[in-house]
C-alpha cells in the first residue's frame, strides 16, 4: 500500500490550520477576562491577583481560563490526528476536523457560560471525533504494516 497525496488532502490541513486559529481567538478571550477581572500576568487565576476577586469572579474568570488552556493541553494531538488520518481519508478526516472545531466551539462557549458542565455537549462531539481520526491512524497503520 502506498499514500498518495490527494488534492482532497487540502481539507484537513484546512482543518488544522482552524484549529490553530480558534486557539488564537479563545486565547483572545482569556485576555478580555483579565481585563475584566483585573487579572495580571503571570497570575493564571490562582495568584495574588485571583485572591482580590469576589468568588463569583474567580469562578467567571476561571471558566474562561479553563475553556483555552484545554485546547492549549490537545491542540497538538487534534492536529496530528487530522492530519495523519488524512492521509488515509481526507475527506473524512477533513469533516472530523470540522466536527472538532465545531465541538471545540460548543465546548468554549459551555464552560464560558455555564462552568465545567456547560462543555458536555462540546466535548462529545470533540471526543467522537479525535477517537474516529485515532482510530482511522490505527487501523491504516497497522494495515501498512501487514
Not at 482543518?15 to 486565547?27: D, E, K
Not at 493541553?73 to 487530522?82: K, L, N
Not at 481519508?89 to 456547560?118: D, N
Not at 487501523?139 to 501487514?146: D, G, I, R, S
Request: net charge positive; glycine share 10%; charged share 15%.
Amino acid at each position: 500500500m502506498s499514500i498518495v497525496i490527494s488534492p482532497e488532502f487540502a481539507w484537513p490541513v484546512l482543518a488544522a490550520a482552524f484549529m490553530g486559529i480558534q486557539l488564537v481567538v479563545i486565547g483572545a478571550g482569556v485576555g478580555a477576562a483579565r481585563k475584566k477581572y483585573k487579572v495580571d500576568y503571570p497570575d493564571m487565576g490562582c495568584g495574588r491577583y485571583a485572591d482580590k476577586l469576589s468568588d463569583e469572579d474567580w469562578v467567571a474568570f476561571n471558566n474562561v481560563q479553563r475553556s483555552h488552556q484545554n485546547y492549549v493541553e490537545q491542540i497538538s494531538s487534534a492536529q496530528v490526528f487530522v492530519l495523519l488520518s488524512g492521509l488515509f481519508y481526507p475527506k473524512v478526516s477533513g469533516f472530523l476536523g470540522f466536527t472538532y472545531i465545531v465541538g471545540r466551539q460548543l465546548y468554549s462557549a459551555g464552560y464560558r457560560s455555564k462552568g465545567p458542565e456547560g462543555r458536555m455537549i462540546g466535548a462529545i462531539a470533540l471526543d467522537v471525533a479525535l477517537v474516529v481520526m485515532f482510530l482511522i491512524i490505527v487501523y491504516n497503520a497497522v494495515k501498512l504494516l501487514l
